[in-house]
Each structure stands twice: as structure tokens, then as C-alpha cells.
């Protein structure tokens, strides 16, 4: 049985966090509260202490020096399902369900998800479409783990496989109906002024890739027109201001833009180009 946290743990675990500037403090006690006392998933939450106050303010302190909640707890909510989460893998944001929710709207069987990371795009999709298998690759061996461990935790691990390739150069590729891919997307500049939090404890080469923010969008393009079916799809989750320029790069490869999605802030966060 879960102890009783009391609202004075919760409340001295929240005041803690606010003074250190945390955002969401209520929020985030809580939720630290749950994973020191062993509720929730034991699969993410292995080896639960046996004095959980003792375990909660160790995690109150790791919280106060920015380590993300999600590397905390080890897991995070993305699309109404909960993965997996490590600091060699993107944490899942809001915004990126967006990249799910315009991906089901492509009738695709066939899908590859280049820098998968922790699965949660690639997964989600197949989670929504019973017909469809997946590939997802990244260049992190310890990534790709956590997306196979995902992938098992959701049942669906017989309809993916997941692999290393550097973009796509695997020899283990062949074609699909739809590619998608979150890349680094922020510019070397932009890097520079996230928070302490995404900047000391994400990955930086899921982050940002090349001094303008855009390189990545050229490279998947224009190695994965050979890999794309006659009709096939490109999807590109993309940042504040890059849909000019991600536009030119597709239509420089032969792909023509048919649909977008806005993200939570109504800016438009996805983009779905077809090959002729």
C-alpha cells in the first residue's frame, strides 16, 4: 500500500522547488511523491526504497538542480501513453503529439522514424494504426534500448524493430510509405540560451545539428528520396520560423508540401511533403 504523503510533505517538497524556481512545483512534488513511494509502473520504478521520505527529498533536491522530472521518475506521458525515458533520449514534449496526430492521417503500412529516440513518435503512430509496422533508427545504441524497452512495455514489439544507422546510410533500410523524423532543429545560437535544464541534462545531438538550425531537414531530404515509395510521405516536426526554409529544401528534392499541424500555441509544428 502507498503511504499517505500528508500535505505537509507535499506542501515543504513544493515550497522548496518554487523557491528554486521551478516551474509547476505543486506538480512536480507530487509526482515525485509517487515515484519515491513506488506507485505507478514498477518496470519504471525499480528497487523502491523502503523509507520513501527519505527517497522523496533526495528527488525534491535532484528536481532543485534542474535534473528533468522525467529523468527523475524515468518515465513521461506522451499521447496517452507513458514510455520510458533516459538522459541518452529526447524527453517527449506536448507539442511533438502534433507529429502523431498529422501522421495518422497518412494511410501508411510501411514507416521509418529517423532519431527515434526514446520511440515515443514511432510508437504512438502504431499504437493508432493497427496495420502499419515501423522502423526506428538513431545513432545512440543506449536510445535505441529504451525504444525497444518501449516497445515491448506497449506490446508492440512485433510490429517494429529498431536499429543504428547515421541518418540514413544503414544498408538495413528499404522503403517506405512514410518517413518522419523530430531532428535538431535549434540553431547553434539558440542552443546557447535554453535553460539549464534541456542544455546540461538532454542530449545536445538530438538538440541541435549545424550552425543554422536547418541542416538536418537538408540532410534527411536528400537521403530519403531513395528511400521513399512512389507517392510516399515526408514528415518533419520543425521549429518557430522554419517553415519557409524547410519548404525550399523539400521542394529542392522533388517533394511538394500537402499538409500541416499547429502545435499547442497554434504554430505550425509539422509538415507533410509528398514525392511525385
Not at 243 to 249: A, D, G, H, Q, Y
Request: charged fraction near 25%; hydrophobic fraction near 35%.
Amino acid at each position: 500500500m502507498r503511504a499517505d504523503p500528508g500535505q505537509g510533505l507535499l506542501a515543504g517538497g513544493s515550497r522548496r522547488l518554487r523557491r528554486e524556481n521551478i516551474e509547476n512545483p505543486e506538480r512536480d512534488a507530487w509526482h515525485l511523491w509517487q515515484h519515491a513511494s513506488g506507485s505507478g509502473d514498477a518496470d519504471a520504478n525499480p528497487g523502491v526504497s523502503p523509507n520513501p521520505e527519505v527517497s522523496y527529498w533526495r528527488a525534491i533536491t535532484r528536481r532543485c538542480q534542474n535534473v528533468p522530472l522525467a529523468h527523475i521518475t524515468g518515465r513521461r506521458s506522451f499521447y496517452d501513453l507513458e514510455f520510458l525515458t533516459s538522459p541518452d533520449a529526447l524527453i517527449p514534449r506536448p507539442d511533438s503529439e502534433a507529429v502523431v496526430r498529422l501522421a495518422c492521417r497518412i494511410p501508411a503500412k510501411t514507416i521509418l522514424d529517423v532519431g527515434t529516440g526514446t520511440g515515443c513518435l514511432l510508437l504512438s503512430i502504431l499504437a493508432n494504426s493497427p496495420g502499419s509496422h515501423g522502423t526506428g533508427t538513431d545513432i545512440c545504441p543506449r536510445a535505441l534500448a529504451v525504444a525497444r524497452a518501449n516497445g515491448h512495455r506497449l506490446n508492440l514489439a512485433d510490429r517494429c524493430r529498431f536499429f543504428i544507422s547515421d541518418w540514413l546510410k544503414s544498408d538495413r533500410l528499404a522503403c517506405y510509405d512514410l518517413i518522419l523524423s523530430n531532428p535538431p532543429y535549434i540553431s547553434e545560437d539558440d542552443y546557447r540560451n535554453l535553460s539549464l535544464e534541456v542544455r546540461e541534462h538532454e542530449p545536445r545531438h538530438a538538440l541541435t545539428f549545424g550552425r543554422n538550425g536547418t541542416e538536418a531537414y537538408e540532410r534527411i531530404a536528400s537521403q530519403a528520396v531513395e528511400h521513399l515509395r512512389p507517392g510516399g510521405w515526408l514528415l518533419f516536426e520543425i521549429g518557430y520560423g522554419q517553415f519557409s526554409p524547410v519548404r525550399t529544401i523539400l521542394q529542392a528534392h522533388g517533394l511538394t508540401i500537402q499538409m500541416i499541424e499547429r502545435d499547442l500555441d497554434d504554430r505550425i509544428r509539422v509538415i507533410a511533403a509528398r514525392s511525385s
